[in-house]
């Protein structure tokens, strides 16, 4: 079992960064595929971003430049930086996690495909 704890969301004009944070516990982190996702009313859920646990990773082109994922396998936290937020960046955000390697994270899995999540966070983009 793992557990999944975001935190860092909250309010930021357009222009502006965030750093989320996803702390787990529960098992051996670092052999995990972590990632982020997103979901704004009326949206359906995006991926965002993935990390292997070697450090590999894969993001969205929706966000491609802007937001980067990164891991402490010693700590045990996941990250996603987020840079030069926009408006249609405001959504709940959510870590996600799999005990899978061998690339799998690369190609940036669904939702479903996870087998732990976290509760959210949220971030708002004011413009």
């Known amino acids: 079992q793992v557990q999944l704890v975001e935190s860092g969301g909250g309010s930021v004009q357009a222009g502006g960064s965030l750093r989320l944070s996803c702390a787990a516990s529960g098992s051996t982190y670092s052999s995990y595929c972590m990632g982020w996702f997103r979901q704004a009313p009326g949206k359906e859920r995006e991926g965002v971003a993935a990390?292997?646990?070697?450090?590999?990773?894969s993001v969205a082109d929706s966000v491609k430049g802007r937001f980067t994922i990164s891991r402490d396998n010693a700590k045990n936290t996941l990250y996603l930086q987020m840079t030069s937020l926009k408006p249609e960046d405001t959504a709940m955000y959510y870590c996600?996690?799999?005990?899978?390697?061998?690339?799998?994270?690369?190609?940036?899995?669904?939702?479903?495909?996870?087998?732990?999540w976290g509760q959210g966070t949220q971030v708002t983009v004011s413009s």
């Open positions: 990390i292997e646990f070697e450090g590999a990773t």
């Open positions: 996600a996690a799999i005990r899978r390697g061998g690339g799998y994270c690369l190609r940036l899995p669904a939702w479903g495909e996870y087998n732990y």
